[in-house]
């Protein structure tokens, strides 16, 4: 069980054309209006990857991770507009690892479940660094832009 489907870069480069936005970041930008165009392009990316985090959601709960006293959450809650995944507990009693590293360690638990939950973590790791490096990006060409309009303002 993988939380992330085969399909789904494929899909994201395809429907939110990202290899094109990278291409656009690591080229040359010169006005103001360059860098709000290419910042509309990374937010508009971004919302296409975290529409797929309900999916993730979606293949979590009707996995037979389902039976576990855990479960995830698409977590809006980050000033940075970006949305994460996290465990809760069914009792609300922790999150994160708190929640999730007892079950690895537990002997009644089967291995392949176990095995699951791990491979899930993975993918909720590595897709949550992706919502962050878009956050970051986004951020900095806000910053950016700020500069040049003052640096275009002074002349």
Known sequence: MRLISEDMYREL???????????QLFSHLD????YKILF???????AAFM?????M???VRTSELQNLPIFMIKDKSSSSGGAFLRWRS?????????????????KNMSEQL????????KDRILVNMQVSIFNYILRQLLECASKIEKVEKAQ
């Open 40 to 46: 509309e392009q990374v937010h508009q990316a971004r």
């Open 57 to 59: 959601i979606q293949r």
């Open 13 to 23: 480069a395809k429907n939110a054309d990202i290899n094109n936005v990278l291409k």
């Open 90 to 106: 069914m009792n609300h009693t922790g999150t994160g690892e708190t929640v999730w590293q007892p079950l690895l360690t537990d």
């Open 114 to 121: 176990r095995d699951q939950l791990v491979a899930v973590e």
């Open 51 to 55: 529409d797929y985090q309900l999916n």
């Open 31 to 34: 006005t103001e209006t360059d």
